[in-house]
C-alpha cells in the first residue's frame, strides 16, 4: 500500500537579505517544509554567513538549477498546501505581478496559483523608508514608487496573502495553520 506523505509548506528563499535570519528562524518552527533556493538567495546566503550545507541538513532544499524549475511540479501532485515566499525582493514582486517566472520561486508562485494553492509573500519593500541589516552594518533604503506599487498590486491577486513585517508574517502562517488544522479535523 503506497503511503500518502503528508502535505508541506513551500518556502521560497529570494535574493533578499531583509530580516533573512528571522524568517530562517521562523522556518525552523515549521513542520514539514521544504526549502527552496534561487541563485540570488544562494549567493545572499552566503553573504549573511549561513552555509547552504547546514539548511540542508535541517530540511529539504531545492535550487534553481535548471530551466524548466522541475521540482515546481511538486504542487501538482498535492504535495504542498501553502507557499510561502520570504524575505521577498523587489525584482521577485514585480515579477509575481507581471507573471514572470523565470526563477524557481516565481515559477512556483505561478504555478501555486494555477493550482489554488495560498501563498503569503514577505514583501521587502513595502514602506517608504526601510531599515535592514546588510553584511556587518545596518542601513537605510527608500524603495521607489514602482516597488510599493507592485506590492500593492500583489495584495490584490487571488490565493495571495502579503506580508508587510516580520510579525504579519508570522500572523499569516499561524492563521494558515490553524486553517489547515480545522479544515481536516
Known amino acids: 500500500m503506497l503511503v500518502q506523505e ?3 509548506i513551500a518556502w521560497g528563499l529570494t535574493g533578499s537579505g531583509h530580516y533573512l535570519r528571522e524568517s530562517l528562524e521562523i522556518i525552523e518552527t515549521l513542520p ?3 526549502l527552496f533556493v534561487t541563485r540570488a538567495a544562494a549567493e545572499v ?3 549573511y554567513g549561513i552555509p547552504l550545507k547546514s539548511l540542508r541538513e535541517r530540511m529539504r532544499v531545492f535550487q534553481d538549477h535548471t530551466a524548466s524549475s522541475v521540482p515546481v511540479g511538486f504542487l501538482y501532485s498535492g504535495h504542498y498546501h501553502t507557499l510561502i515566499i520570504g524575505p521577498a525582493t523587489s525584482n521577485t514582486v514585480a515579477k509575481c505581478v507581471a507573471g514572470i517566472s523565470d526563477t524557481l520561486v516565481t515559477n512556483l508562485y505561478a504555478q501555486a496559483g494555477k493550482c489554488r494553492i495560498p501563498s503569503i509573500v514577505f ?5 517608504p523608508t526601510v531599515i535592514t541589516e546588510a553584511p556587518g552594518q545596518t542601513v537605510t ?3 521607489r514608487p514602482i516597488d510599493l506599487e507592485n506590492t500593492e498590486r500583489l495584495k490584490r491577486f487571488p490565493y495571495t496573502e502579503v506580508a508587510e513585517s516580520i510579525e504579519a508574517l508570522k500572523s499569516a502562517i499561524d492563521q494558515r495553520m490553524t486553517c489547515l488544522s480545522t479544515s481536516s479535523s
Do not use: F, K, N, Q
Open 6 to 8: 503528508t502535505p508541506r
Open 32 to 34: 514539514d517544509v521544504d
Open 45 to 47: 546566503l552566503g553573504m
Open 123 to 127: 514583501a521587502c519593500d513595502c514602506e
Open 141 to 143: 533604503l527608500y524603495p
